[in-house]
């Protein structure tokens, strides 16, 4: 069963959603609906999750921290 959801948005917003809905070649609230499972499906965006996706170097914490005061000497 389908349930409407209706929501305001700015004209500007409806004009980028109307092109990117065009250049799928679907109809805006399929658009809509992509977007949403989309969102829904990503992992919640904790910081800690935030900083693994970044793929910086890490370690032991005394090691970091002494080459962190090492660099600064």
Same mark, same amino acid.
């Given at each position: 069963?389908?349930?409407?959801?209706?929501?305001?948005?700015?004209?500007?917003?409806?004009?980028?959603?109307?092109?990117?809905?065009?250049?799928?070649?679907?109809?805006?609230?399929?658009?809509?609906?992509?977007?949403?499972?989309?969102? /829904?499906?990503? &992992?919640?965006? #904790?910081?800690? $999750?935030? =900083? @693994?996706? /970044?793929?910086? &170097?890490?370690? #032991?914490?005394? $090691?970091? =921290? @002494?080459?962190?005061?090492?660099?600064?000497?």
């Amino acid at each position: 069963m389908s349930h409407r959801l209706q929501v305001l948005i700015p004209k500007e917003l409806e004009e980028r959603l109307s092109k990117a809905a065009q250049r799928r070649r679907v109809s805006k609230g399929e658009w809509v609906r992509q977007a949403i499972e989309k969102a /829904l499906d990503r &992992p919640a965006d #904790d910081p800690l $999750q935030q =900083l @693994a996706r /970044l793929g910086a &170097p890490t370690g #032991d914490i005394d $090691q970091v =921290l @002494a080459e962190i005061e090492a660099g600064r000497g």
